[in-house]
């Protein structure tokens, strides 16, 4: 979760460029050229290949067709990448420098159906996670590491994020899933599944998958987007995760752990490898939350809520944790306990299943488990069953 200050996406477009206008669409619709480029790519099993490169015209590509990517696919500002139903993107096995990016200013269009998805996966015979980055989205809605107008750059590209602009678009993704991802630059820089980086509540995201991912499935950093309808899978490190002052919603997620794995949730207030700049901390709103761990004899814990994180669950359903919420905290600043004493966090009908404490209260404050989670075996999670069907993957 460490960010720099400093301004790359002059950076990223000098190291990368692409031979297009700004007057027309580049539309990949055949398997001898892309237009625009020259037909210098040369198809994949059947593949169309997208060159690595920052594209400031859109790029629209058709439904029910294969293409791949090899290196960094970056849309600048102004451009839409236009994804329709069917399609797969498999990326080249080669770790966190192959990644799809939408930066400030731009839009992704990811349309497809529960009966035809969207999949961007790996293109390895053998495919594993981490082979590959994943998709990251950066927009100009608020962020608590920096103050007004001022962005922070995001872990992997060093592209900009964060803003004043609470109902910034970056697009819509629906029926999306993101497999093997979450290749790693270096201990500290590692793509997810789905990056939201400083993202606007007039994206539309529904019915995203992150499955078999080296890192979190999905990841918040700041903002204020919306999500609904998210699966995450296997996941090894956290399968949900949000920090720098995200305070959208999450109604109807589904977590399953693997064999390799870490938090279900893992919650931060606000980035602990930087500041709080801003002076608040994430407050989102989770409705209707299943997580499913691998028994509560194993020493893991389903959600994690640290540095003054703030936030309202509603109709959660956890099971096979030795602990179900750990909450951690101090007097100072990391006022998690805090947040629970003052009515910012706290659970509404839960059910616990194979769990032996369900909270742990690691902040330095005084409360009790009333205190925090009212409604105690009302809560049934979310039907993945029924909205999960058909286009997911386990």
């Not at 099993?45 to 594209?55: K, L, S």
């Not at 200013?105 to 053998?126: E, L, R, Y």
């Not at 919420?325 to 509404?348: C, E, H, K, M, R």
Request: charged share 15%; net charge negative; with cysteine.
């Amino acid at each position: 979760m460490k960010n720099n200050l400093i301004l790359g996406l002059a950076i990223i477009s000098m190291l990368f460029s692409c031979t297009t206008d700004d007057t027309a669409d580049i539309v990949i619709n055949d398997n001898s050229v892309i237009n625009n480029n020259g037909g210098g790519n040369t198809p994949t099993d059947g593949c169309e290949a997208i060159p690595a490169a920052v594209f400031n015209s859109n790029l629209v590509l058709e439904a029910n067709k294969c293409y791949t990517i090899s290196g960094p696919v970056i849309m600048a500002s102004g451009t839409n990448l236009i994804i329709n139903e069917g399609v797969t993107i498999e990326a080249e096995a080669s770790g966190a420098d192959v990644y799809i990016a939408i930066s400030q200013g731009a839009k992704i269009i990811a349309n497809g159906t529960a009966s035809n998805p969207i999949v961007m996966t790996s293109g390895a015979a053998n495919p594993a996670a981490g082979d590959w980055g994943g998709l990251i989205i950066l927009g100009r809605a608020p962020i608590n590491s920096v103050t007004g107008s001022a962005t922070s750059t995001s872990e992997i590209a060093s592209l900009p994020f964060g803003g004043t602009n609470a109902a910034d678009d970056s697009g819509t993704i629906r029926y999306v899933r993101v497999e093997y991802s979450g290749g790693a630059a270096d201990g500290q820089s590692e793509n997810n599944g789905f990056s939201f980086y400083g993202v606007g509540n007039s994206t539309i995201v529904e019915y995203i998958q992150a499955f078999e991912g080296k890192d979190d499935g999905v990841e918040f950093f700041g903002g204020t987007v919306n999500a609904s309808y998210v699966s995450v899978v296997n996941a090894q490190d956290d399968s949900i995760d949000w920090t720098e002052g995200y305070t959208g919603t999450i109604t109807n997620a589904y977590v399953k752990h693997g064999a390799d794995h870490d938090k279900g949730i893992e919650a931060d207030g606000y980035n602990t490898d930087f500041s709080n700049a801003a002076g608040y901390f994430s407050k989102p709103t989770v409705n209707n939350l299943t997580i499913i761990g691998n028994g509560s004899t194993t020493g893991n814990e389903a959600i994690r809520l640290r540095a003054g994180t703030q936030g309202i669950f509603n109709n959660i359903y956890i099971e096979g944790f030795e602990e179900a919420f750990d909450l951690d905290g101090d007097a100072g600043d990391n006022p998690t306990g805090a947040g629970v004493l003052s009515g910012d966090l706290y659970v509404v009908d839960a059910t616990f299943v194979d769990v032996i404490e369900k909270m742990q209260n690691d902040t330095g404050e005084t409360f009790t488990e009333a205190d925090f989670i009212s409604g105690d075996g009302n809560g049934t999670g979310t039907d993945y069953a029924t909205w999960g069907a058909s286009w997911t993957v386990e």
